[in-house]
């Protein structure tokens, strides 16, 4: 292997896929495009996550896709045959509410949502009041003469994640209350160009909207999903794992990986998600994990 093949990380083998399972602990994996594709479970990634559990390795699951709280991820996790506990998931829609409880983020202020029902769901378990949400996406925004568009002056944090019921009402809510409400802060639960939203394509992530909303409001969101290294934090709190004995396994480069190597993870990339192999050997790229593969089972069938 040449040094510049070798600086682009290992390749998943027969050779070192022990090393990597015997020096790590604890494996935290993405969700869409490593363990499913939209509803459909990638082949052999139960097997995988099977075998892991059977070598006593700590599994957690880091989520960007904020349309699910942690509880109704545990359901998806069952439908699909595997059994997962809501302690082992960390979603960005947690993740949000999470850092409002971190700010001490005054339960008396309610929060405007631009997402799904996940936000709405981990706000109301951390005690806070969420409004906005799908309900919006039934509403209008009107243009007429001397109509003052109202919104909540109450409102002290605006939370922009996928949403799949996005309409000119709550981009205009949104940025009502970021520019108008003082001290209004714009969360944003990632910045995801794109996502596995079914098994067969890629749709628009929850980046769109979040760039929708900087567009309006001239503002940078504080940014609680991977890369950032916020749920990190959490994590390390929860199960007092020293990162070194941490690997990151995700099918994303700017996201996965990176927030893997901020937090001083070892990092595994697989390609039956976002990146593909040619994005991820072109000369541009300069995002490398330790290892990459094809998919997660790999690391059954190499052992």
Request: hydrophobic share 40%.
């Amino acid at each position: 292997m040449d040094d510049a093949a070798a600086a682009r990380g290992e390749k998943l083998s027969s050779g070192n896929v022990n090393h990597l399972i015997d020096s790590v602990d604890c494996f935290l994996f993405d969700c869409d495009g490593v363990i499913w594709k939209g509803d459909t479970l990638i082949d052999g990634s139960k097997e995988a996550l099977d075998m892991l559990r059977s070598k006593g390795k700590k599994l957690v699951f880091v989520t960007n896709n904020s349309r699910r709280s942690r509880s109704q991820y545990a359901k998806k996790f069952l439908s699909l045959g595997i059994p997962v506990t809501q302690d082992e998931i960390f979603s960005s829609s947690f993740a949000a509410a999470m850092y409002l409880k971190l700010i001490d983020f005054p339960p008396a202020k309610k929060v405007y949502v631009i997402g799904e029902e996940g936000i709405l769901e981990e706000l109301k378990l951390a005690g806070f009041t969420g409004i906005g949400g799908p309900e919006d996406g039934k509403k209008t925004a009107e243009f007429k003469a001397n109509s003052l568009f109202e919104h909540d002056k109450s409102v002290g944090a605006v939370v922009v994640g996928l949403d799949q019921y996005i309409n000119y009402y709550k981009l205009q809510y949104g940025t009502l209350c970021i520019r108008e409400n003082p001290g209004c802060l714009f969360i944003a639960t990632n910045r995801d160009a794109v996502g596995h939203m079914t098994d067969l394509q890629e749709w628009p992530g929850a980046g769109c909207m979040v760039a929708a909303i900087c567009g309006a409001t001239e503002k940078e969101p504080v940014v609680v999903g991977k890369p950032a290294t916020f749920m990190m934090d959490f994590l390390l709190e929860k199960f007092k794992i020293s990162t070194s004995r941490m690997c990151m396994v995700g099918d994303r480069l700017d996201t996965d990986i990176l927030f893997g190597q901020n937090a001083g993870c070892k990092t595994l990339l697989v390609f039956s998600g976002v990146t593909t192999p040619s994005a991820f050997h072109d000369p541009s790229n300069h995002t490398h994990p330790d290892y990459y593969t094809d998919k997660l089972f790999d690391i059954v069938s190499l052992m």
